[in-house]
C-alpha cells in the first residue's frame, strides 16, 4: 500500500497549523506544527503505511516534506 499524502499549512486568521490529507479539506488543527506531526506519529495507520508531510512556512511557502516510515 503506498503511504498516506498530508499537507501541513498555516492558517493565518486562526493562527493554527491544519492537517489536511492530500486533496481534501483541512482535517485537523494544532497549535503548533510539533503537535501536528506528533499525532501523525501516533496514528495506527500511519504507522502501518507511513506517510508524507508536505509543509508549507507561515508566510505560505514551500518549506520541506517530512517522512514517516511504516513499523514493522
Known amino acids: ?5 498530508y499537507t501541513l499549512r ?3 486568521a486562526t493562527f493554527d497549523w491544519e ?3 492530500a486533496g481534501e479539506a483541512p482535517s485537523t488543527s494544532h497549535h503548533t506544527r ?3 506531526f506528533a499525532s501523525l ?3 495506527p495507520q500511519v504507522l ?6 508536505r509543509v508549507f512556512s507561515a508566510d505560505g511557502g514551500y518549506e520541506r516534506e517530512r517522512t514517516y ?4
Not at 500500500?1 to 499524502?5: A, C, D, I, S, V
Not at 516510515?69 to 514493522?72: A, E, G, K, L
Open 41 to 43: 506519529a501516533a496514528d
Open 10 to 12: 498555516h492558517n493565518a
Open 34 to 36: 510539533s503537535s501536528a
Open 1 to 5: 500500500m503506498p503511504p498516506f499524502r
Open 19 to 21: 492537517l489536511a490529507a
Open 69 to 72: 516510515r511504516p513499523s514493522r
Open 48 to 53: 502501518v503505511r507511513g506517510a508524507t508531510v
